[in-house]
């Protein structure tokens, strides 16, 4: 077994300390938004596990943060201690139809690899600016398909490692095991099917040419999941919302599920959402419940 990253075999070199980082989450988050934040970048699952137990032994529970494509972080410094794990990328083909990846691989390159090796049944991930760690935990997908029906395991680390099924990880609607546990998701075990490169290359295209309609912009994709029997985008342009700003954030006109950072601050976005809230709970009387995870303080 060889590990790719950036299509090449991975070589591994090991730091006893891995330092962190005073970054702006502006710059690790796709809606563009964020304080400064002590981060975390380890280069391999080592170090991961490392810096994971360390920040643990001084009584802090770090958050995780992948490509950042599913967060909203509070404008003022964050507090507390993020792992981010972008460094974490790489695939292993451990079968005919098994890819073993690292948590940190974007969706982007796990497409990109199963195109070169014909491997199809992934293509519905196509365009959605996120790591394979990030899907498998927020069981993201497009189009009606999950994650979950291509998840074999999940390995995570919460101070030991820990191999869960794809039952053991009671997937559902826009959720997992994952996201009720404190712990880092270290890789995963995919189902994929053997195929031709031109089929996969179809299916990509049909796929990505499904999205296209989707807004421009940063944000953070869908702000909220859909309630049972209806669709966030449906209620919320019912209430007339489409168009809707607060500050230098708006409701998509393209799509009302998709709130852009136009010139935003966190807190001008964070505050639509809850009048976003409020005014379908008024007009329909359906609660809508966030997909987008907040990181750090809001008021």
């Known amino acids: 077994m060889v590990l790719y990253k950036g299509g090449r075999p991975q070589k591994f070199t090991f730091r006893e300390c891995v330092e962190p980082q005073e970054k702006p989450l502006a710059k690790l988050t796709t809606y563009g938004l964020g304080g400064m934040a002590k981060v975390y970048f380890p280069s391999n699952l080592w170090e991961a596990k490392r810096v994971y137990s360390d920040i643990l032994s001084r009584g802090i529970v770090p958050e995780i943060l992948g490509n950042g494509s599913d967060v909203l972080a509070s404008d003022g410094a964050f507090d507390g201690e993020i792992i981010c794990t972008r460094r974490l990328n790489g695939i292993v083909r451990v079968a005919q139809d098994r890819l073993l990846c690292l948590c940190g691989t974007r969706v982007s390159s796990l497409l990109n690899y199963c195109k070169t090796h014909s491997l199809g049944g992934l293509e519905y991930l196509v365009n959605i600016p996120a790591t394979i760690g990030g899907i498998a935990c927020m069981n993201g997908g497009a189009g009606g ?120 601050t966190s807190s001008e976005v964070f505050e639509l959402i809850g009048i976003v809230k409020k005014t379908v709970k008024q007009t329909f009387g359906a609660e809508l419940e966030e997909e987008v995870v907040y990181l750090g303080k809001f008021c």
Do not use: Q
């Open 145 to 264: 398909k999950y994650i979950s029906e291509n998840v074999v395991t999940v390995t995570l680390y919460d101070g030991k490692t820990v191999k869960l099924s794809n039952y053991d990880c009671h997937y559902s609607y826009k959720h997992s095991t994952m996201r009720d546990i404190n712990a880092i998701i270290l890789s995963i075990l995919l189902k994929v099917d053997p195929s031709t490169r031109k089929e996969v290359e179809e299916r990509l295209l049909k796929f990505s040419l499904r999205r296209k309609h989707l807004p421009k912009g940063k944000s953070c994709g869908c702000v909220f999941k859909n309630p049972p029997g209806d669709y966030a985008a449906r209620l919320i342009e019912c209430s007339g919302l489409k168009g809707a700003r607060v500050g230098g954030a708006y409701v998509s006109k393209e799509h009302a599920n998709f709130i852009i950072n136009d010139g935003a």
